[in-house]
């Protein structure tokens, strides 16, 4: 974990000193008095070379302190820290209507195989998976907020005041993809679970088929499919930054891509290692939940 | 040579039920008429199992024998219902205890699965579900049909495993099947299959993915169960050395029929046809000091969907006439009790290809 965050503020270093100088973004379009600018300089040691600004970039991060936002004064940690809550709710949310629907879909897909709503489901999966996740999210915030706004139906499009109605239109567009992948993956896994050795001898004990498919096909097809959910909880992290951006969410999404554009790189820097971190935390839960499901790889 | 007289086995005549098979008695377990299973498959109908006939006693031993891709576990899997699709039984009678298996509704035929018919498969690696521990396994086998409390079956279950020879039954119980070895998991596989002490045990090549030490050991364990429990059993190989002393009868099968139909001593000591001959000829006899080498059955078995006109046996054939690519023969009695499909079956001209030195 300490390697992969290392290469990746190094990376993100010399990335962000390629741009160039943040001090032009402070100003906006005004020009700066040559003081201040002097002053802030030296307070955010913008003329060190790249190895000395890395080095001490890391030596604070050691202590915990990922510096102080340019623009908003405020410290990285304390603004990151805001936003976590409202990251983390919005892809649970996310994850739970994936999971949900996900594997409700594929299962039915499976198991009626050619029926109308395996057909529907395939054509559905492939839209999905086809439509950009920024463009989902405008075209229902179009929908919810601006034809419907004036029938029951009618939902927030941005922001988080409106309680958990807040959530839906977020979480759905953040979910979008992965739920669709996840149908994909629960119904191919399901048939070839299906097609296996042991469930002919599930059959030949005389169980009936909803014992068969729901015990002993869907148990192992979910090794895989959970597996994958898990994985999916990393780059929903990272699919945030859009659907965040879109909806206005306070969380580290948007703060993140929201620096990008001002050049804020503090909070650039700490929010991605901060994505890192979740994902490989995600990633190692994920290996040790294997064991759990899969009897064949239990450490013991 | 013998009265020739007509068997009700095989032709193009729609089944003839009325008509006894060659074993068929009051006695009968299974009976199965002109079974014909067909896969609709992309390339073509592929013929399975192209209208077997045979009956198995109770307490006896049928053993069915042939090579891979002849349609035995096909025609296995028809008597449970449990053909894998694209698989359709197309026509035929399968007869257990006085009742139509093809007849009956799902429920009654899972109350027979499992209970009444037991059955143990080619592969002990691949037909144990690795997410459930083997007790669980078994005890299932003995609850859907029993309805014990978990406890009792629990017991029962431990029970059966060490009834099959699982050493520590008690403490290997909540063990997954990955933790047997190919031996061990073939006796899981029995206990499942013999739980309810079924009338019927269909053991598919139950040895074929073993090893040869291991082999011996799992036919005496299904040989003394069946003694213990009066079971008759269907026992399918490749190798009817292997079998011989625990068979009754035997059924040689090739490309989806059956070309030899016998008692065990006709089909090991009098084979009426060249397939048969072939088949003694490939396999190690027990009974005899080696002479000479083994000798596989040249050539390739047929395509199923394409089969070859005339005998399907006749591009391998070393005997075959011009006869045999003309006209399919059919299964008939040449003697008592003993079926053959052969135009020249106990009669048999010179051989006209000879064997590779
Ligand atoms: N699922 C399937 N789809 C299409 N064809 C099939 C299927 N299962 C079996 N068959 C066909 O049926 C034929 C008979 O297969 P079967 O498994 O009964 O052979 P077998 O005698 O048991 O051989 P082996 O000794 O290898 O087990 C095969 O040649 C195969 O082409
Ligand atoms: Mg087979």
Known sequence: MIPVVFGATLILFVMLFALGNPIDSIGGERNLDRSVRQTIIDKYHLDDSLPKQYISYMGNLAKGDLGESILQRRPVKRILGDGMPWSLKLALTAIAIETFFGIVAGVISAVRRYSFLDVFTTIGTSVLVAIPVFWLGLMLQLLFGVFLRNTFIHLPVSGVDAGWRSFILPA???????TAITARLTRTTMLEVMRQDYIRT?????LPERTIVYKHALRNAMIPVITNIGLDFGSLIGGAILTETVFSWPGIGRELALAVLRKDNPIVIGGTIILIMAFLLVNLLVDISYGFLDPRIRYD | MAEIVEAPVGGEEATSAQTRLPFESADSLLVVRDLVVHFHTD???VKAVDGVSYSVNAGETLAIVGESGSGKSVNASAVLGLVPPPGKVHRGEIIFQGQ??????DQRLREIRGNRIGMVFQDPLTSLNPVFSVGAQVSEAVQIHEGLARKDARERATELLS???????RERFDDYPHQFSGGMRQRV?????????????????????????????????LGSLQQEFGMAMILITHDLGMVADQADTVAVMYAGSIVEYGTVDDIYYRPLMPYTLGLMASVARMDQARSGRLRPIRGQPPSLIFRPPGCPFHPRCDYAREVCWQEQPELLEYDQQHLAACHFAGNLPEPIRKDEP
């Open chain 1, 172 to 178: 759905l567009t953040l979910a979008s993809v992965f």
């Open chain 1, 202 to 206: 599930a059959a030949a004990k005389g």
């Open chain 2, 43 to 45: 390339f073509g109908v």
């Open chain 2, 100 to 105: 139509d298996m093809l007849k009956l509704d």
């Open chain 2, 163 to 169: 009834i099959v020879g699982i050493p520590r039954s």
């Open chain 2, 189 to 221: 596989m029995i206990a499942m299959a013999i739980a309810m002490k079924p009338a019927l045990l269909i053991a598919d090549e139950p040895t074929t993915a073993l090893d040869v030490t291991v082999q011996a050991q799992i036919l005496d364990l």
